[in-house]
């Protein structure tokens, strides 16, 4: 992937269909088929835990019950774990070692891909026994999203006075996108076969990095440059609900963390193939 970085005056509509998609539950039109979407999340590794055939490691949990019609007010409910961050599975696999050795050493952390995870849980709205499956954010990242999307947020009602108003605790796994120059278009990334991408990263450092090379190349934009925050599942639901070209050329960025585990695994396949 090449360093250019630019910014494209056209896509200045993107944020508000996004942060627009999050608020709304009218579903229009499936912009893009199952396939490419699962196509855009295949990339990320995400990590949970499972037994030695493979099988989720599952804990039932009690949560309210968004049911108006329904006489009990919580529900219980079974979820699996899945953590954006290797680490932070590791942490978690050792705290049940120490409360429940048997449990814990039952069972192990694997990587699979974040695409995986989107079709189980998809395919798990089908089953009587439905399956939750909880992205564990790095919660440093949601620490530094929260100012973002607290500001995101006020923007919002001020331009929505007659819509009520939103949650400004931020909820889900961040994403980190920056826009800049007159129009406030995103900084898109030229890829290798020559177009242009919209990257939208799950660490904020990695995209910090890529404002500072913009910046660089643009003195002049530096101080228009604004960073700000979307849920995955709001991407996810406006890649499934909004007929916006502009969507198409989102791509995520894996943090460093999950850049240097795929290192690691090309790594490896490539001393096996060379024995």
Sequence with gaps: MKSLVRWGATLGLVGSTLLGSFFTANIQALALPEEEITKRLQPIPVFTVTDAQGAPLVQSVTVPNNNQTAEQESKTVDVARVFLSRQDANTFLANLKSKDPDLGNSVQVVPVSLAEVYELEKNSRNQTENLDFALIPKQEQVQLAQPLWQAQIEAWERQNPNQGQRSKEFQGVPLFAAKAGPDQGYLTIQLENGEQSIPFFFEK??????????????????????????????????????????????????????????????????SSESK
Excluded: H
């Excluded at 910046?215 to 995955?232: D, G, H, M, R």
């Excluded at 890649?239 to 090309?266: A, G, Y």
């Design 205 to 270: 450092s990695l995209l910090q990095e890529m404002v500072d090379r913009y910046k660089q190349q643009q003195p002049s934009q530096a101080n228009n440059v604004v960073i700000e925050v979307i849920p995955l599942a709001g991407l996810i639901t406006a890649l499934q609900r909004e007929d916006n070209p502009d969507l198409n050329k989102i791509t995520l960025m894996p943090s460093r963390e999950s850049l240097e585990f795929l290192r690691s695994l090309r790594s490896k396949s490539n």
